[in-house]
């Protein structure tokens, strides 16, 4: 079976060596075991074991994909660390993310029709911003832009400062991939090992960052704009009801729900049900097949989609027709991995 899957992580290790030069927050320094310390800001430090399968050999990761037994195509997405580029100041966040966008058009060629690559976008500065997306996909050939759940600390992703860009993304026909970064919800969230965090703190924060571009208005100012949400839309297809009935007080032309049902999703969702009802909320044809690997098993993730009946004809949308769609990515022979 062919599939192309729409939430996959690959890091490429040039980023924790770029990023051992910085000075202050947040930067990278090696462990002397073979992994890194990063520093994210005062008093939160992350070790990147030297193994740490993220930023694996990309071949490694491909090679993974190929043990499934299906022809596994990949749209790389950054993840958490989307909002390490507007951490950094404006510059220093163009830098990176450049050097970042560099390495994703560097792994597209490598694997033309198998590995498609989204940018990294620092949004710090507007104007910046804008000119990193376009160099990416004008003149690198990327295929979306990662935008993380907040601008460092700040949550107002739906900022006015930052419409413009929204409205070049719209223009650029870019799909933006929501996806949380881990650092707001730190307080009400933390203990217990990170099981709060991880199991209820990244699908709050891509629900709050997606129904903040929905109340702000700014659906309606770029009408076509591509937002793809992580994590099957977080709480948002649960609670829409509760979303209409209460944000009349925002004075948008049309209830919430009609503007969430214009974004996409994945599949992201260890819960078969879950899956199931984003299907059914978002409409199969606004639905992407994900697995967010390494960070969950895509054997795990393709048993529990065939736990839900579907045609052969939604089996190809959601497998292969929705994200070729979606990401526009062309009808291209792919390369033989380094692992075949």
Same mark, same amino acid.
């Given at each position: 079976m062919h599939i192309i899957d729409s939430h996959f992580h690959w890091r490429p290790r040039s980023m924790l060596d770029w990023a051992c030069n910085a000075k202050g927050y947040p930067r990278a320094e090696r462990d002397g075991k073979g992994g890194y310390n990063w520093f994210i800001r005062e008093g939160y430090v992350v070790n990147i074991r030297k193994d740490h399968?993220? %930023?694996?050999? =990309?071949?490694?990761? =491909?090679?993974?994909? !190929?043990?499934?037994?299906?022809?596994?195509?990949?749209?790389?997405?950054?993840?958490?660390?989307?909002?390490?580029?507007?951490?950094?100041?404006?510059?220093? *966040?163009?830098?990176?993310?450049? =050097?970042? /966008?560099?390495?994703?058009?560097?792994?597209?060629?490598?694997?033309?029709?198998?590995? %498609? *690559?989204?940018?990294?976008?620092? =949004?710090? !500065?507007?104007?910046?911003?804008?000119?990193?997306?376009?160099?990416?996909?004008?003149?690198? *050939?990327?295929?979306?832009? /990662?935008?993380? *759940?907040?601008?460092?600390? !700040?949550?107002?992703?739906?900022?006015?400062?930052? %419409?413009?860009?929204?409205?070049?993304?719209?223009?650029?026909?870019?799909?933006?991939f929501l996806h949380p970064t881990d650092a707001i919800f730190a307080e009400i969230l933390s203990g217990y090992n990170d099981t709060l965090h991880f199991s209820l703190g990244r699908v709050i924060e891509v629900s709050v960052g997606a129904a903040r571009l929905v109340l702000s208005g700014l659906m309606d100012h770029c009408p076509s704009l591509k937002i793809v949400m992580s994590h099957t839309g977080g709480v948002l297809p649960y609670q829409s009801g509760r979303m209409d009935k209460n944000t009349k007080a925002a004075k948008l032309p049309r209830p919430t729900s009609e503007y969430l049902h214009r974004m996409y999703t994945d599949t992201v969702s260890p819960h078969s049900m879950g899956i199931k009802f984003a299907i059914d909320y978002y409409g199969i044809d606004n639905v992407m097949y994900g697995s967010d690997y390494p960070c969950w098993e895509p054997s795990e993730a393709l048993r529990l989609i065939d736990e839900i009946p579907l045609t052969e004809e939604q089996r190809q949308k959601l497998f292969v027709g929705n994200v070729r769609r979606i990401f526009g990515l062309p009808d291209q022979v792919r390369a033989a991995s380094a692992a075949e």
């Open positions: 399968p993220a %930023w694996a050999p =990309l071949e490694d990761q =491909l090679a993974d994909m !190929d043990a499934l037994g299906h022809e596994v195509d990949v749209v790389c997405t950054i993840g958490p660390l989307s909002v390490y580029f507007s951490d950094l100041d404006p510059e220093a *966040g163009r830098d990176a993310a450049m =050097l970042w /966008n560099e390495e994703m058009a560097a792994a597209q060629k490598r694997y033309p029709g198998r590995f %498609w *690559g989204t940018a990294a976008v620092p =949004l710090r !500065d507007t104007k910046i911003a804008i000119d990193v997306l376009e160099h990416a996909i004008n003149k690198l *050939g990327l295929f979306g832009a /990662n935008l993380p *759940g907040s601008v460092g600390l !700040d949550p107002r992703i739906d900022a006015e400062r930052l %419409w413009p860009f929204y409205k070049r993304a719209e223009e650029l026909n870019v799909p933006l």
